[in-house]
């Protein structure tokens, strides 16, 4: 039997806030050991105190040694590198963003709905009036 070859995901990011609009970037999924790990540091920073420092720069060196492309510059048109210290140069709630998507692909999160949905509303079909049948007739 030929060996099965495991080959890492790489994931296309999707962002959802207007700010982010024209972002793109490729983060590599985690093993199951990094993911666990990453789960612990996203808990401890969670939870504020000493320990959320450390925590959040874990989950950034994480997402840096994970991202394999993108295209962030900063406002004089310069490509920002996705390292520890580009990423540390950036404004927290911009890398949590990445973080969220990065953490949402890898769950399997699916992306929204494109902009021919119904939104949750009732279908076409759904909204077809139906007349009640009339009664059997009486033999």
Do not use: H
Request: proline share 9%.
């Amino acid at each position: 039997m030929p060996p099965f070859v495991v080959r890492p995901k790489a994931y296309r990011l999707v962002f959802q806030d207007a700010d982010l609009a024209g972002l793109e970037v490729t983060a590599r999924s985690l093993n199951t050991g990094q993911f666990l790990e990453f789960q612990a540091a996203r808990l401890r920073q969670a939870s504020g105190g000493a320990a959320a420092e450390p925590a959040t720069q874990t989950m950034l060196q994480m997402l840096a040694d994970a991202i394999v492309s993108w295209n962030a510059q900063d406002e004089d048109g310069r490509p920002i590198p996705p390292t520890m210290d580009g990423l540390c140069g950036l404004e927290l709630d911009f890398n949590m963003a990445i973080i969220s998507a990065w953490m949402d692909a890898i769950n399997g999160v699916p992306a929204p709905l494109s902009g021919t949905s119904a939104g949750g509303q009732p279908s076409v079909e759904a909204s077809i009036p139906m007349d009640v049948p009339s009664a059997s007739p009486v033999s």
